[in-house]
């Protein structure tokens, strides 16, 4: 796998707050405009989602996903990877959740992913670093409006 884009973004939002909108996957098309439906598969015994179908929609990436959640490190760190999709050959990530102290939540959102086309890597990296900015502009709107 390539190197990670990352990015990161302060929420004026307690960590709780945060952790609810970003650990509910299946409710993501409702604060995320580039995912335009989910389905869970599997959940775990906590019932979390474990795997996820989700239809999504980003710049002139179009495909269904399936992607397997790993919840070992929750509630800091949720990462996810991909089990199979249409044009994606990898995608794997993490959303990162820190307490600033003051009423606040620090989110980092590390976005890999790879095609089954050839794509310079430089364009790449610029649709991943879009995909991030996108998701973290949404769930700050989200959990600040």
């Known amino acids: ?6 990015a990161s973004v302060n929420i004026e939002a ?4 945060v952790q609810n909108v970003l650990f509910d ?3 993501y098309p409702s604060w995320s ?3 335009k439906s ?3 598969l599997q959940k775990d015994a ?12 980003s710049g002139a990436l179009k495909d269904k996903p399936t992607l397997n959640y790993d919840w070992s490190k929750a ?3 949720l990462e996810f990877s991909l089990e199979d999709a249409d044009l994606l050959t990898e995608m794997s990530g993490a959303y990162v959740i820190k307490d600033n102290g003051d009423g606040t939540t ?26 991030i900015d996108l998701a973290l502009k949404q769930l700050k709107e989200k959990l600040e409006n």
Do not use: F, H, W
């Open 1 to 6: 796998m390539a190197e990670l884009s990352t």
């Open 14 to 17: 307690d960590i709780a707050a």
């Open 25 to 27: 996957l299946a409710n």
């Open 33 to 35: 405009t580039a995912i």
């Open 38 to 40: 989910v389905e869970v």
């Open 46 to 57: 906590q019932g979390r989602a474990t795997q996820i179908k989700m239809k999504v929609e």
């Open 75 to 77: 509630p800091e760190r």
């Open 106 to 131: 620090n989110v980092t959102y590390e976005l890999g992913v790879a095609l089954s086309m050839p794509v310079p890597a430089i364009m790449r990296q610029k649709a991943e670093k879009s995909t």
